[in-house]
Structure formats: structure tokens, C-alpha cells
């Protein structure tokens, strides 16, 4: 027995290895555990418990031994696409390393979705890709869920999904197959897999061959897109490197601005301080004079004066000392006024 690095094993025999995939939920690790036997973990939520690629032991089934390879949906998720891509070109290399060919795929659609939605189309354009046109012929297409759907009604989805353009009638066209899995029973899925081997799946080496490709063609375009990505980075970089040069010389002339407007403050504010010490000044000696002048006058009459006259003098007098003393506290406060508004 032969093991890769994936966890898969195969026989030296003739076994016909078929892949099985499919978006997540509809179904593949189910009819995987009905025909062979196995007991992979199946999903019940919308989370995929396939937790990567993993084959079945070879079984027997009309004479044929068969070996089924389950793979995640492009849906995953926990893996992106490129992820699942590369897990499917370490299985195919490995299968070849053991001697062993990939035979045919089967992509399993859920018969009970109201409609191909978005992450439906994704999947099966993914698949289609993958694919390409030459080996379709060794596809088959399998709808699950059937007990979960009015006969009817699912007869009817089954009609638009082979004759629509826009589903499933493209591939049908290039000879794939379509069959129903119509119960979760062992017979059911044996029947499927006894349509598939019936044909013989002659061109397995051409479908191995158009998956390498397909897959090289994903790897180059992600190769070129992740450059191109780059490339974009590194514009961006001297971009972004010439918009902060620009940012730095625009920040340092606005500094030297800034630093001119403080020296022009400075020496405008000093001159203005000049002005003030100096109307202050003049003020004082205007106002002593003006005290001194009428000091003088009052104490000449209050020489002369008689007993009643004397105390309105001295009164006068007192007065007329508050009122220098106030004076410089108003002449300060004028002063200051005349600054800010900038009329002295």
C-alpha cells in the first residue's frame, strides 16, 4: 500500500479512483459513506466538516474495484479557493506518484434548493473551469436530497437544470451525464456508480491531463494577479513617498510663516509696550503736576482760613489725595484700553 502526505492510500491494483465534489451541505460526504462503506464526518451546519481530501479504501462494486476521493466545495469555509486548488494538485500528483489515475468526477447538486444561487453558480463555475470542455464526458452530475422535495417540483428544477443555458445544459451538451441519487440508501448510490463505471471511463489519463492544465492556468493567473498586486504596492509606495515629501514642504513653509508672524508680534507688541510706558508716563507727571498745583492752592487758603472753612479744606484736601491715587489706577486702565484697540 502506497501513503501520500494527504492522509491518502492507495493500493497497487486497478482500482478506479473517482473524485467527488460539490458545494458544501449537498450531500457528498453522505453518498461517499453509502457506497463504500466508510463513516466520514458529515456535516449539520453550514460550516464544512470535510477536513481536507480523504479516499475511501478501494471496494468492490459489479465486478470493478472503486476508490472515492471526497474533496471540500470552493465554498469551504475554512480554506480559500486557491487553498482547495492546491490540495487537488498535491492529489493528483500523488495519485500519479502511486501509480494510480484520477477515472472520472462526480459533482453532487442538492436537488432542494429553491433555486442555483449565488454560492451554487460560484461552485459549479469553479468546477466547470477546473474541468475544462474536453473531459466533461467523464462527468457525471448527481442531484441529492430528493426526499426532501415534492417529486413534482423537483422534476420540474430538474427540467430547467438540464435545458437552461444558464445551469447545467452546457456541460450535458458536451457529454456529461445527469442522474439522480434519489434516497440516501446504499442501492441508490451503487446504482449511480454503476451508470458511471458502465461507460468505462476510458479517458482517465485526458481528464488527469485537463485538471493539471486547468489547474496550472488557476496557479499563473493567481501568480499574475499577486504581481500585479505588488506592482500596484509599490506605485502606491513612491506615490505615498512623494505625497509626504510634498506634505513635509508644505508643513516647513507654513513653520517659517508661522516663525516670521511671531517676530513681527514680538516687535509690534515691544512697541506698542514703548507707547504705553511712555502715555503712562506723561499721564503721571500731567496728573502730579495737576495734584501738586491744586495741593498748593488749598494749603495757602487753609493757612488763612478760620475754624469752619478749614475743615471743608482739609476735606478737599483728602479728596484731592484719593483722587490721585485713583487717577493712576484709571489713567493704567485707559492706557491698557487704548492698547487693544490700538489707538494710542
Known amino acids: 500500500m502506497q501513503s501520500s502526505p494527504l492522509g491518502l492510500e492507495f493500493r497497487p491494483d486497478d482500482s ?12 457528498k460526504t453522505s453518498f461517499v ?8 464526518r458529515v456535516g449539520q451546519s453550514l460550516e464544512s466538516c470535510t477536513p481536507g481530501i480523504q479516499a475511501t479504501p478501494p471496494f468492490k462494486l459489479s465486478d470493478h ?9 470552493f465554498d469551504d469555509s475554512t480554506r480559500s479557493d ?40 460560484r461552485n459549479f463555475r469553479m468546477f466547470r473551469q477546473l ?32 435545458t437552461s443555458d444558464k445551469f447545467f445544459k452546457p456541460v450535458l451538451d458536451k457529454g456529461a451525464q445527469i442522474v439522480r441519487h434519489e434516497a440516501d440508501t446504499v442501492a441508490s448510490a451503487h446504482a449511480v456508480l454503476k451508470r458511471k463505471i458502465s461507460r468505462r471511463l476510458r479517458r482517465g489519463e485526458e481528464l488527469n491531463r485537463e485538471f493539471a492544465a486547468q489547474i496550472e492556468r488557476h496557479r499563473q493567473e493567481i501568480a499574475d494577479l499577486q504581481e500585479e498586486m505588488r506592482e500596484a504596492i509599490r506605485a502606491r509606495d513612491e506615490e505615498t513617498h512623494k505625497e509626504l515629501e510634498e506634505e513635509a514642504a508644505r508643513l516647513h513653509t507654513d513653520m517659517a510663516r508661522v516663525q516670521n508672524e511671531s517676530k513681527k508680534l514680538a516687535a509690534e507688541y515691544g512697541k506698542q509696550m514703548g507707547e504705553l510706558q ?60 487704548s492698547l487693544l484697540s490700538g489707538k494710542l
Not at 479512483?17 to 460539490?22: K, L
Not at 474495484?65 to 466545495?73: A, E, F, I, R
Open 16 to 27: 478506479q479512483v473517482i473524485a467527488i465534489m460539490g458545494a458544501t451541505g449537498t450531500g
Open 131 to 162: 474541468c475544462g470542455d474536453t473531459t466533461l464526458k467523464n462527468v457525471v452530475i448527481v442531484t441529492t436530497m430528493w426526499a426532501q422535495i415534492d417529486p413534482a417540483l423537483g422534476a420540474a428544477r430538474e427540467s430547467e437544470l438540464i
Open 33 to 40: 459513506n453509502k457506497a463504500s462503506g466508510c463513516n466520514f
Open 278 to 337: 511712555a502715555h503712562m508716563k506723561r499721564e503721571a507727571e500731567r496728573a502730579n503736576a495737576e495734584h501738586k498745583a491744586q495741593s498748593r492752592e488749598l494749603e495757602a487758603r487753609l493757612r488763612n482760613a478760620g475754624n469752619a472753612e478749614k475743615a471743608e479744606l482739609l476735606s478737599q484736601l483728602k479728596e484731592l489725595q484719593r483722587r490721585k491715587e485713583m487717577g493712576f489706577i484709571g489713567h493704567l486702565g485707559l492706557a491698557l484700553s
Open 82 to 121: 486557491t487553498d482547495i486548488l492546491k490540495l487537488i494538485a498535491t492529489f493528483l500528483a500523488k495519485t500519479y506518484e502511486s501509480g494510480k489515475k484520477l477515472t472520472g468526477v462526480i459533482y453532487i447538486h442538492r436537488i432542494s434548493d429553491n433555486r442555483m444561487g449565488g454560492i451554487a453558480m
Open 65 to 73: 474495484s472503486v476508490t472515492l476521493v471526497d474533496t471540500p466545495g
